[in-house]
């Protein structure tokens, strides 16, 4: 519901909607987006690691899929990070280059925040796989965006985190929308 929200929003005033979508898997929302919107001129962009870009690319081709950073250098309607930033290490970077990438709107979901601990990283183990993650303090995080020109237009529930072992507090999914000012 949220995304269709995020997008609908974002596409009210564009003649074609131009989408950054990082961390964007095999490009789900691409297709939702198509669902939901099915007249919309939509110019969808996908950044994922080289081999998911690859399979996506079989899959659907017309997403344009990137395997660096370098299409956090161009300009975007709107910039989505779903459910990737906690696995970014540099994320404060790359959080910065996609607000600055954002035309008009900054859409991030499933992102894991604490409140009152600083910033920590927790091991997650999926189907045989270990990754690190972090769960990110708020004010710390959103005071990565301070100064980019965007203010937070809304927060959307999120389904609960799932628990983490030894967590010096437990995390929640959080999800906003921001908006560039003009």
Not at 6 to 31: I, K, P, Q
Not at 40 to 65: F, Q, S
Not at 140 to 169: K, S
Request: with cysteine; net charge negative; glycine share 6%.
């Amino acid at each position: 519901m949220s995304f269709g929200y995020v997008l609908t929003l974002a596409a009210r005033r564009c003649n074609v909607l131009r989408v950054l979508d990082y961390g964007g898997s095999f490009g789900g929302l691409f297709h939702a987006a198509r669902a939901m919107v099915p007249d919309l001129d939509l110019n969808y962009h996908c950044k994922e690691m080289p081999e998911v870009a690859r399979a996506g690319r079989d899959l659907t081709p017309a997403i344009v899929w990137h395997t660096d950073d370098s299409c956090l250098d161009q300009r975007y309607d709107l910039v989505m990070f779903n459910g990737s930033l906690q696995y970014i290490k540099d994320w404060k970077n790359v959080l910065r280059s996609g607000s600055h990438s954002a035309c008009e709107y900054l859409y991030l979901t499933a992102v894991p925040i604490v409140e009152s601990v600083p910033t920590f990283v927790a091991i997650q183990r999926h189907e045989g796989a270990v990754m690190l993650h972090q769960q990110f303090n708020k004010s710390e995080f959103f005071g990565v965006l301070e100064g980019t020109g965007l203010r937070l237009v809304r927060e959307f529930w999120q389904e609960d985190h799932p628990h983490v072992a030894r967590a010096p507090e437990q995390p929640s999914f959080y999800s906003c929308l921001l908006k560039r000012d003009h």
